[in-house]
Nanobody
Framework: QVQLVESGGGLVQAGGSLRLSCVAS????????MGWFRQAPGKEREFVAA????????YSSDSVKGRFTISRDNAKNTVYLQMNSLKPEDTAVYYC?????????????????WGQGTQVTVSS
């Protein structure tokens, strides 16, 4: 089992920044691809970004490319999502997820473990 705990969400004005963190425990963190997803009210959960085990490769959705950056620190068992130039449409609950697969998955079914989520609200 892998336990994931997100933090760093909050209320921010449009154009502002937030950094989300997700701390993992339970198994060897570096063995997992890590991803971030989000779910806005009334919408399905969607992929945001993912990072490989060794941090050498990342992938982001088109909607956040150039604004959000995913990174990880395997020594701290932590994955981050730096969010800049936030927009009201980024408002959602953000979830951290861990995948034992090799690929950089973009679908929910690619991931084995999930955190409880952290709320991000961007005001206009």
């Amino acid at each position: 089992q892998v336990q994931l705990v997100e933090s760093g969400g909050g209320l921010v004005q449009a154009g502002g920044s937030l950094r989300l963190s997700c701390v993992a425990s339970g198994r060897t963190f570096s063995n997992y691809v890590m991803g971030w997803f989000r779910q806005a009210p009334g919408k399905e959960r969607e992929f945001v970004a993912a990072v490989r085990r060794n941090s050498y490769s990342t992938y982001s959705s088109d909607s956040v490319k150039g604004r959000f950056t995913i990174s990880r620190d395997n020594a701290k068992n932590t994955v981050y999502l730096q969010m800049n130039s936030l927009k009201p449409e980024d408002t959602a609950v953000y979830y951290c997820a861990a995948s034992s697969a090799v690929i950089l998955g973009t679908q929910e079914y690619d991931y084995d473990y999930w955190g409880q989520g952290t709320q991000v609200t961007v005001s206009s």
